[in-house]
């Protein structure tokens, strides 16, 4: 319970905050404007936060994203244009709503099902998280090097929609794994005799220039001007919402569970979240004919799965190092650089910073009511704000950013060259989620890998043999089999049909 | 889609091979058959695997998946993200010459130009955005921003 008390004490101080009421107000805006994304937001944020305490930089990170995925919610509705890719799910149906003269329905939805998901995503994470831990603390090498692999599978099979451009991400992103001196023989590897290259690709300008640099770029490539669809004041966008909360309480649950058990999977965050969600609640809804017409029950289940998918992939995250998503991604490389590095352990020896990051989850969720309402309330003017000239000073903003990590030129090359490289496997439909967890897990996977085979005297079979690896293993091989085994089978059928 | 799929498979076979060539040289754990070569062998041979059925797939002609999620088209100005990169390596080449204050207006002003922002209003932005930047980095946050040529300033 000191633990607790000491949290308390953590967070409840001026400093910290401040620090979340600001990092919740960019948020908020970050995710309002269509084309600057809630990953982005967490990439800028990095260069403020490390110049923080570990608790404050988490709270930024962990408020502003949940700010963000809510804020992306009003463009939808105001512009057709999703203000985060989390928000695209729905985007049509809250801009039909609005047409409809019920934007106060689908902005107040937007809102109070985002708090009650992101709600429900933290309970599960202060729930899972140390039970997990608990257990995570008896893995070796061999349990690791498995959750990893499965961690690569779920972001090929699960997250995308073309597993064969997923595996492409997923090696890209061992191959800058590779580089530097870091690996088992401590040879260097791709260094080219360059001095800056022996530290390995510096994780944090590779984000930047993936999330952010690469969405200067997208915007400059193509610019389109959306028109607002509203030229009222905003009512209450509180009416009406308890009977909502009443009528979909079985939509509300069943997209927050979604939401965190999708957020939970690594590779896949709340973009996917909201898009299953949706597709679930058309599928089982009793009048499925109103989606897509400005039907407000898509909007409370996959609203609602988008900020508790947030929660989720925190849980990966904080027990075993496996990011459950791009921003979780992001935030492991902060708390390395922090020294609070994840895995069970943290829970051990530093009980009182998890249960403060678990306090700030709660206060983020709770400042979302008050902040989302006024953020709404002045949406048209910050949507008025012109891209084209934030744009540019997003830019400049990554480029000091990407060099403030370690005060070096190389890490604006790094981000230059990750930016250009993320702008066109985008266009040619390869997906990066894969390619950042190959990045952050590879110098993982292949450590357990080799002490796991110097255990095991070079027999393979070894990696079987413990019962959580032989099951995680099992599972990973299975999902890999899984393809091959389906059409073998189709074309059993088909030959016995004919 | 499919006609990107060809050339980018022949980059990444290319690419694959090299990876595969490279890893040979690399040394092995002592007491190990294995070593710092393993995972780029297993990385080039997968891009290798991998470019092959990109190949094979875009000529077999069949429809996949990444099609149907192709962008709806739009109008498309690649000189603009031209000139943005180009704002970036002119950072990369000039900062630690003449220095943030001088650099950083004419990046913001080329990209602010490139976005099509009237010349009035770009170079307000670009002058707000580097003296906001530079109070919140080198000020603030205490970042050795290169001063260049404006040492004798500093």
Known sequence: MDAVATAFGLVFQPYVLLVILLSAMYGLFVGAIPGLTATMATALLVPVTFFMAPVPAVAAIVTATAMAIFAGDIPSALLRMPGTPASAAYADEAFLLTKKGQAELALGAGLVFSVLGGIFGVLVL???????????????SFEYFWLVMLGFTCAIFIAGTDPLKGVVSLLLGLLIACVGLENPAGAPRYTFGNAELTGGIPLIPLMIGMFAISEVLRFASGLDKPAMAIDRPFGNVFAGMWVLIKKYKLQLLRGSALGTAVGALPGAGADIAAWMSYGISKKFSKEPEKFGTGHIEGIVESGAANNSALGGAWIPALVFGIPGDSITAIAIGVLYLKNMNPGPMLFVENPQNIYAVFIVFILAQLLMLPLGWMAIKIAKRILRIPATVLMPLILLFCVVGSFAINNSLFGVIVMLVAGVVAFFMERWGFPIAPTILGVVLGTMMEEHFFSSLIKADGNFLAFFERPIAAVLG????????????????ARKTAVAAA | MQRSDRWVGLVLATLGLIVVWSASAFPNVPGQKLGAGFLPMIVGGGLVVCALALLVRSFRGAAYAGDKAAQPARREHFGSSFIIIGAVVGYILLA??????????????????????TLPRALLWALVGTVLVHVAFYKLLRVPLPWGVLRPFY
Do not use: M, N, Y
Request: glycine share 4%.
């Open chain 1, 126 to 140: 202060i729930v899972a998280a140390p039970a997990l831990a608990e257990v995570a603390l008896k893995f070796s």
């Open chain 1, 474 to 489: 099992v599972l990973t091989l299975l999902i890999w089999g899984w393809p091959l085994f389906r059409r073998l089978w």
């Open chain 2, 96 to 117: 630690d010459r003449i220095g943030f204050l001088l650099v950083a207006p004419l990046c913001l002003l080329a990209a602010f130009l490139a976005l099509r922002v």
